[in-house]
């Protein structure tokens, strides 16, 4: 089964500690990206890769690291420095630079207790 | 700086009713829109994709318009379904000029089909 796998589905987080969020495709896509969605609101972009051992930071970068050392994995980590973290985060892949659908995983919601 | 704007925010209607999603966005300059149906508690799933030169596009009793000129979509549902609920976004992606793009999202309209 191809797709986009994200672990875990909850997490919960005491404050000033640092989480890791998974995020796994088998797709073979070059492009991955790392997206922030809060009720009642739009999608927003953390962290994009575009291929491996590269990445860029988004609208909303700061408090999240990221890192592209295999193609197929493209974790994020959400440090003490992200002041409201408790929000529903979203991996996707796309095949490449150009092209145009993005191939969304089931997301991880995050509390902060 | 590209906003995207989805009305109504919420809509409730009877099975077998044709509905249509709005969506409008400040900046003409895009490469193409997209439209993504969300589940509660899950990921996006693209249903359309237009791009900039398309008018429309059609999949099953779904259609989607573009007027590129007057920065506006519609998503068209024929005949719908208790299954058609969801929330429904939109996204468009800023020309492409080689370097860097992104997507900008609305905030979507949340579906409600009644039996």
């Known amino acids: 089964d191809g797709g986009i796998t994200q672990s875990p589905k909850y997490l919960f987080r005491k404050e000033g500690q640092n989480v890791t969020l998974s995020c796994e495709q088998n797709?073979?896509?070059?492009?991955m990206y790392w997206y922030r969605q809060d009720p009642g609101q739009g999608l927003r972009l953390i962290y994009y890769s575009q291929i491996v051992n590269d990445f860029q930071k988004g609208d909303i970068a700061e408090g999240y690291s990221v890192s592209r050392e295999k193609k197929e994995s493209f974790p994020l980590t959400v440090t003490s420095a992200q002041k409201n973290p408790t929000a529903f985060y979203l991996c996707a892949s796309k095949l490449d630079r150009v092209a145009d659908t993005q191939y969304f995983g089931p997301g991880t919601r995050l509390t902060v207790l | 700086k590209q906003e995207v704007t989805q009305i109504p925010a919420a809509l409730s209607v009877p099975e077998g009713e044709n509905l249509v999603l709005n969506c409008s966005f400040t900046?003409?300059?895009?490469?193409?829109l997209q439209w993504f149906r969300q589940d509660p508690g899950k990921g996006l799933t693209s249903l359309l994709l237009?791009?900039?030169?398309?008018r429309e596009q059609t999949s099953g009793r779904l259609n989607a318009s573009l007027d590129k000129s007057s920065g506006r979509s519609t998503l068209y549902i024929a005949a719908s379904q208790p299954g058609d609920s969801a929330t429904y976004l939109c996204a468009v992606k800023k020309e492409w000029w080689g370097g860097s793009e992104k997507l900008v999202f609305g905030k979507g309209t949340k579906l409600t089909v009644n039996p």
């Open positions: 797709l073979n896509h070059d492009a």
């Open positions: 900046d003409s300059a895009i490469y193409n």
């Open positions: 237009i791009q900039s030169s398309q």
